[in-house]
């Protein structure tokens, strides 16, 4: 076992981190235990120490994706945030992508399909999202987010265990078989209301549709307001058992 403080590098030794020390058969239970009753900015910090420039969040802007971003815009000025645009998403998402841009020190990198909305109509129909949704979100989210991830040894996401019941018991850190990278999910143990606590005391920007009853925001084909405070993510795909887009599952 490594010890998290042996993992944690020099600040002046980060432009020469050349390589994850984790792989697929890493215990992370030890790393989880310490950083459960540690702060967000101590995880962040050493998420950077061991990754350097290999570790990106990777954010669709929602609250708890907005508390991230705003610690490492301060930890980490310049640090590279990837999105991703999948040519549907609501105008109001456009804006904050822009109002982001502006008030952060933040690289944002927005990744795409290479397929335009149109050439995946003429390809595939008008509405892939309701004929097939899950290949849908594979042609816009999972490949370019794949493709992203090819170039990182480690990845923050935004989700936390109080989102819905499928994200229960999510550690902080573990190995993702998916994208074969660390993921990081700092904010896994905070509430709801912890995230809009940090987001009002600290004026941090957020999505207005929050505000229309959106409790989770994606494409303007599959969001719906929603009033079930237990699953934030029941405005998603309503409807359909489809609970995810492909990125989070193994
Ligand atoms: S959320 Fe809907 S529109 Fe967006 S990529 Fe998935 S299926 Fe397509």
Known sequence: MIATEELVMPQEQLE??????????????????????????????????TFGQKVSQVTSFGPTGMVILDRLAKIAPGMRIITLDTHFLFEETYALMEQVQQRYPIELDIRRSHLTPEAQAAAYGPALWQ????????????????????????????????QSPTRTHM?????????????????????RGQVWSYILEHNVPYNPLHDQGFASIGCTHCTHPTTNAAD??????????????GIHLA
């Not at 004929?131 to 987010?145: M, Y």
């Open 16 to 49: 020469f981190c050349t390589g994850s020390p984790f792989t697929a058969q890493y215990d992370f239970t030890q790393i989880n235990t310490h950083f459960e009753t540690r702060s967000l900015d101590d995880l962040l910090e050493w998420a950077l120490a």
């Open 131 to 162: 004929s097939t949704p899950d290949h849908c979100c594979h042609l816009r989210k999972v490949v370019p987010l794949g493709e992203a991830m090819s170039e990182l040894d480690a990845w923050i996401t935004g989700l936390r265990r109080d």
């Open 171 to 191: 550690p902080l850190i573990t190995w993702d078989n998916k994208y074969d990278l660390v993921k990081l999910n700092p904010l896994a143990g905070w509430t």
């Open 232 to 245: 934030e993510r029941s405005g998603r795909w309503q409807g359909r058992t489809k609970t995810e887009c």
